[in-house]
């Protein structure tokens, strides 16, 4: 998906990049960011827990636990991999 800049007068397409690029880790750089602000994942969520993995028989941790205003559960998995790496919830 391209992405592009909005000027007065025209479309400035961006550089496509990858987070390995960048040099963007999922712990260290994505999932500090995204639970100081989670607004780009969704307007409606609050970030409750971080490293959640309180319940029986865990032996694997939700990146990000949240809420939405229906006080539904939402868990965020951060994944810089384009398969998901581990995505067994």
Known sequence: MSLFRVTNDRLEALRTTSFIEERLLERKDLQRLLRADISPIGGDLMVIAE???????SNRRIDLLCL????????????????GGHMDL
Request: glycine share 4%; aromatic share 8%; charged share 50%.
């Open 68 to 83: 939405d205003k229906q006080a539904r559960l939402v868990v965020v998995e951060i994944k810089r991999t384009e398969d």
């Open 51 to 57: 490293e959640f993995g309180a319940w029986e028989e």
